[in-house]
């Protein structure tokens, strides 16, 4: 019987521990590090945290939510449908809770991985990382950062001990998570001085309640709840053709994040601090419509001079003003481009994946690399989207997983032909190197400028790429 071990319970986990079983597979271990299923959503718990995709979209096509409380639903429901998912699918008796893995080694004699982890070391014929892109909190490498004397955190780190209430705070980052939490703690907070490095760009966000009534509908009709899913899928793979091959519709985006800042910032000096200067879609578009009317409050100055340092009181900027605060907030992100880490993965002839990656992850459709058989990545490089709900990306990924497990059952240990991961390299960096996602920096390049997070293509397309396993792209080991 095909042992598979699967790193991580987020979507990605859960999804493809879902898809094997429901294959036959039922040799099948998760390792979580924590003592709950969720990934991110069990993490990032700050104030406001919700999905900026809706969740009608954001969710198993093959299970459906009719109880979702709001079109973007926040984290709590999400982490709920999670247990939830893993209550329905008996997939609780599969995870080995409170165990972290710190890495695999394929040994070629037995052809078969023993993946090392904190509860001792487990063998496995195939070895899925499903522990994400966006799980390690980035600490942004600013002098001084040590010697700040009151409370500092990090958002997905959220230290709820920390009352907030009539204090000084400083946030540091306008990306997607500061967003969502900078209206939440605007009215408590004495003082928000708000860092900004790099605008975004905002578009209203149409949420909704969902009431009682919506339930009903949405159970008695599930066709109900798919036109809103497939609505959304179109909305959003036509922002994701306007990032990539449509200028005409780019700008269509850019008149209503402009029309969205004039409506909700009446004062043109602060309307112009916070209005881009990159390409639309360049960093990802943000869904909000509470942020931008929170930085117009008295109590919230948004700083947009460089830090210098941080000092035992404050946040100092260029202009050598020191900003004195009780509570600093890090809304700086995560260590993205660091695929996999710290996972030590060794290949055929003990080959590192990261030495493999010195100039940037890379994988055959964000799943496959040459020389490392029967190891597969969700949400691998190259498969993140500007546009769209990744867990349609990840359910391609499972079933292209699933397919190349049987096929790998019947014939031996898999990994994908070198030249044909190259290809596909080249291709994809290729289409990158032209695409909006080169003209700025963010988290889905790494520090050299690839773009080695995002998918160079529509959600239609990877779907369309992965629904066959082409075993000729493939040897066995
Ligand atoms: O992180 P970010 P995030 N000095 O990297 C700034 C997903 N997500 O946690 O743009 C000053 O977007 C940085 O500035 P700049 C989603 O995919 C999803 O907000 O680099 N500032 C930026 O403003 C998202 O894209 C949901 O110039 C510094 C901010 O910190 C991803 O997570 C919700 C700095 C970091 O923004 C990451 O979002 C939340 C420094 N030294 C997140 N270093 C959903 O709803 C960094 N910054 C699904």
Redesign the pocket.
Known sequence: MTSIAIIGTGFGGLGAAIELKQAGYDDVTIFERADDVGGVWRE?TYPG?????PSPY?SFSFEPNPRWPRRFSPQPAILDYLRDVTAKYDLKRHIRFNTSVSGADYDESTRRWTVHTSGGDVEADVVISAVGQ?SRP?W???KGRETFEGASFH??LWDHSVDLTGKRVAV?????????FVPEIQPQVAKLSL????P?YIVPRPDTEFSPLHHRVFSALPVTQLTERLAWFGVTETMGVAFLYSKPLAKALTALSRRHMRKQVPDPELRAKLWPSYPVGC??ILFSSNYLPALTEPNVEVITD??SEITATGVRTNDGMLHEVDVIIY????T?SDFLAPLQIRGVGGQDLREQWTDGARAYLGMSVPDFPNFFIMYGPNT?LGSGSIVTMLESQASYIRKAIDHARDAGPISVRADVAEEFDRDTQGRLSGSVWSMC???YRNASGRVAANWPGTVTEYRLRTARFNEKDYEVA
């Open positions: 990032n945290a919700a999905c900026d995709v954001y966006l980035s942004p490498n600013i958002s997905a540091i980052g306008t990306g997607a998570s500061a967003i969502q860092f900004q490095r790099t975004p960093k990802r460089g830090i809304g700086t992100g995560f993205a993140n920096s963010s988290w």
